[in-house]
């Protein structure tokens, strides 16, 4: 029994079926994009601000904040590339 919200292989064989379900997938995962990198921002605003130790260094407060948000700033570069290979894929 198939419902009209489920996708099947048979709807993405056709481009215009790809093209919907292409956009639908952006949609999914810009919010997410954009969430992630607002997040990776504060983080490291908010621990360059405050993240001054007894003993550092000058700047070492703002190494830091750059090393801990960083893998928050990857995941973001990786979630937009993904979006880009979605793209190139469905083109194909």
């Known amino acids: 029994m198939e419902t009209s919200n489920q996708w099947t292989p048979e709807m993405l064989r056709t481009p215009e ?5 292409l956009q639908q997938r952006r949609a999914q995962i810009q919010p997410i994009v954009d969430d992630l990198r607002r997040l990776a921002r504060e983080l490291k605003a908010d621990l360059s601000e405050d ?7 000058p700047f070492q407060d703002r190494v830091r904040a750059w090393r801990t948000a960083r893998p928050l700033f990857e995941a973001v570069d990786a ?7 979605l793209v190139t894929g469905s083109k194909r």
């Open 17 to 21: 079926g790809r093209a919907i379900h």
């Open 51 to 57: 993240g001054r130790l007894y003993g550092d260094l």
């Open 79 to 85: 979630l937009e590339e993904a979006l880009a290979q």
